[in-house]
């Protein structure tokens, strides 16, 4: 099955549904929410931050937020950075994430952009495998907090 979503700005009218999306309690040491995510882009404006709800129909089902287009720099990764990316506990395992993936994937293709970065703790539950099925390789590097940084090249994904 092919989720089928749509990326939507966060309003006033969806912000309460959209930061009531939580993901499995054992995946939030992975994971921050919705909220902490809005505190770190506050936080971060140097770090161009763009997110969106991830929507099927009308209802928040996720969340994305990616550095947009911005110049590396110690703390910062880029031009364009994976930061968060979420499907709430009752929602996973429906595709939501490829989905989004493959939404982003054509975003960033549309804005010229050649890779895309993320990162991820290592351990059991860790998102790597999923992002590991989708073609992002590990870089060998490591972030601030030791995390894996991993690539994804776009001229190679469909």
């Excluded at 709800?53 to 720099?73: E, H, I, K, R, Y």
């Excluded at 996973?92 to 991820?120: F, I, K, M, N």
Aim: aromatic share 8%; with cysteine; charged share 25%.
């Amino acid at each position: 099955m092919s989720a089928q979503i749509r990326l939507a700005e966060i309003t006033d009218a969806n912000r309460d549904a959209v930061v009531a999306v939580r993901v499995h309690p054992a995946q939030e040491r992975f994971v921050a929410s919705v909220e902490k995510s809005f505190q770190d882009a506050r936080a971060n404006p140097e770090a161009n931050p763009w997110f969106r709800a991830v929507c099927d129909g009308d209802v928040p089902v996720g969340f994305v937020m990616l550095s947009w287009n911005v110049t590396p720099q110690p703390g910062i990764a880029g031009p364009y950075f994976l930061w968060r990316l979420l499907v709430g506990a009752e929602h996973q395992g429906r595709g939501y994430g490829r989905a989004v993936l493959d939404e982003v994937v054509t975003l960033l293709r549309a804005e010229g952009a050649s890779e895309l970065l993320t990162s991820c703790v290592p351990g059991e539950g860790s998102p790597e495998p999923f992002y590991r099925r989708y073609g992002f390789v590990p870089t060998g590097e490591t972030d601030e907090d030791g995390e894996i940084i991993l690539r994804l090249e776009l001229a190679s994904q469909p």
